[in-house]
């Protein structure tokens, strides 16, 4: 069964991100959806005429991995944004954060902080729910980097579309931007209990 491409068309008007921004990044999203299931048909394909041994066969399943994170990526990201409350700071999310970082404020300036970096990427919020603590992590490609069975709560998108149309170099601006517009709700039903 293919995958279909989420509508986040309820996010445009949003403060801090400009409606040719999003519209941009959806259509950018609705890419790694249909190239997802290029790829799943073509790998299906070649397995049924016998050409899972091939160089081709072997590239597309690296590129497999590349194509559906960038699109699991984006619908956790699109997903944790268009929120409007603070995050509950007597939540779960919120005393997991404490645990892990001392304070939810020592998180959000680690995260920050993690956004800043230089390159291209990813931060995520990762929950590793056998040593029961919380991680701050930098996705440098969508296919690399991810901590193994790690639960990401919280997805920032840093490659460059998701902010240079708004904020040109400012990072930091977008980074307040997304700040602003966090779903806290959404990454508090992430979290493993």
Same mark, same amino acid.
């Given at each position: 069964?293919?995958?279909? $491409?989420? =509508?986040?068309?309820?996010?445009?008007?949003?403060?801090?991100?400009?409606?040719?921004?999003?519209?941009?990044?959806?259509?950018?999203?609705?890419?790694?959806?249909?190239?997802?299931?290029?790829?799943?048909?073509?790998?299906?394909?070649?397995?049924?005429?016998?050409? %899972?041994?091939? &160089?081709?066969? %072997?590239?597309?399943?690296?590129?497999?991995?590349?194509?559906?994170?960038?699109?699991?990526?984006?619908?956790?990201?699109?997903? #944790?944004?268009?929120?409007?409350?603070?995050?509950?700071?007597?939540? %779960?999310?919120?005393?997991?954060?404490?645990?892990?970082?001392?304070? $939810?404020?020592?998180?959000?300036? =680690?995260?920050?902080?993690?956004?800043?970096?230089?390159?291209?990427?990813?931060?995520?919020?990762?929950?590793? &729910? !056998?040593?029961?603590?919380?991680? #701050?992590?930098?996705?440098?490609?969508?296919?690399?980097?991810?901590?193994?069975?790690?639960? &990401?709560?919280?997805?920032?998108?840093?490659?460059?579309?998701?902010?240079?149309?708004?904020?040109?170099?400012?990072? !930091?601006?977008?980074?307040? %931007?997304?700040?602003? #517009?966090?779903?806290? $709700? $959404?990454?508090?039903?992430?979290?493993?209990?």
């Amino acid at each position: 069964m293919p995958y279909t $491409a989420k =509508d986040y068309n309820a996010l445009l008007g949003m403060s801090g991100f400009s409606d040719t921004l999003l519209k941009n990044h959806f259509t950018l999203y609705q890419g790694y959806v249909t190239n997802t299931n290029k790829v799943a048909d073509s790998l299906d394909q070649m397995l049924k005429d016998g050409k %899972a041994g091939t &160089p081709e066969y %072997a590239e597309l399943k690296r590129r497999f991995g590349w194509e559906f994170n960038g699109m699991r990526l984006h619908e956790l990201y699109f997903d #944790n944004l268009g929120g409007k409350a603070a995050m509950d700071k007597k939540g %779960a999310l919120s005393r997991q954060m404490e645990t892990s970082f001392g304070s $939810a404020e020592q998180w959000e300036k =680690d995260f920050r902080a993690t956004g800043a970096m230089r390159g291209i990427g990813w931060v995520v919020l990762y929950q590793d &729910p !056998a040593g029961k603590r919380l991680f #701050n992590c930098w996705i440098n490609e969508h296919d690399v980097s991810h901590l193994s069975g790690c639960a &990401p709560l919280l997805i920032m998108d840093v490659f460059e579309h998701a902010f240079m149309i708004d904020y040109g170099l400012k990072r !930091a601006d977008y980074i307040d %931007a997304y700040f602003r #517009n966090i779903n806290w $709700a $959404a990454a508090e039903a992430r979290l493993l209990r």
